[in-house]
């Protein structure tokens, strides 16, 4: 079966075509915004425009804008092909990547959140060692429980924990999905924001 992976999560927008586990084409680009523009053209352009009978996209946390725009995309194409699509954390594919040279090593997952913020997870060998948060960046180094981190505000976090702790800058990828364990996907296609949302009903502002 062939599987058609999506990642608009971040800055980057990646898409990675698989008959199996072997990789047919990928196309990974740091666009930072425009994802909207980009992504189906980009699928577009893969062999057979992309059609698969199975596919996977990222659910987040990351940019809101990107998240939706990636889910919108794959229930269309899903739609439209009678395929199955499944939903991943876009922190554990960073995990799964940043663990695939230092398979005995747990990671700290820290990405770029909003207003500063970074989102921040563990993962070891069983998979993710608690939620999701969303941090300011004094407050990631002192619920870090790695000297590996990893993601594009790895290096910043690092730097913060001091001597001993080393930063793999890591944006996801589409083409690494087949690293990632098979308990991560899920039919569930609910965007993982990791933060609430900053405005609030006059109600929920006065309580």
């Not at 899903?78 to 939903?87: N, Q």
């Not at 981190?149 to 589409?174: F, H, M, Q, S």
Request: include cysteine; charged fraction near 20%.
């Amino acid at each position: 079966m062939r599987t058609l992976a999506i990642e608009t999560a971040t800055e980057a927008c990646s898409v990675a075509l698989f008959d199996g586990t072997e990789l047919i084409a990928r196309d990974h680009r740091v666009l930072g915004r425009g994802h909207a523009e980009q992504l189906v053209p980009m699928i577009a352009a893969l062999p057979g425009k992309g059609e698969a009978g199975r596919i996977l996209v990222s659910r987040g946390p990351g940019s809101f804008t990107g998240v939706r725009i990636g889910i919108a995309t794959a229930r269309a194409l899903g739609f439209a092909w009678k395929a199955e699509v499944l939903g991943y954390p876009t922190l554990a594919l960073v995990a799964a990547m940043a663990r695939a040279d230092l398979p005995d090593q747990p990671v700290t997952v820290c990405m770029n959140g909003g207003h500063g913020e970074c989102f921040v997870q563990d993962f070891g060998d069983a998979g993710p060692l608690g939620e999701v948060h969303s941090l300011a960046p004094a407050e990631a180094a002192a619920s870090c429980r790695s000297k590996l981190v990893a993601g594009n505000r790895a290096k910043e976090l690092a730097e913060l924990l001091g001597g001993g702790a080393t930063a793999l800058d890591i944006l996801p990828d589409a083409s690494a999905v087949p690293l990632l364990h098979e308990s991560t996907l899920g039919s569930d296609l609910t965007p993982i924001y990791g933060r609430g949302p900053d405005a609030k009903l006059p109600g929920e502002a006065k309580a």
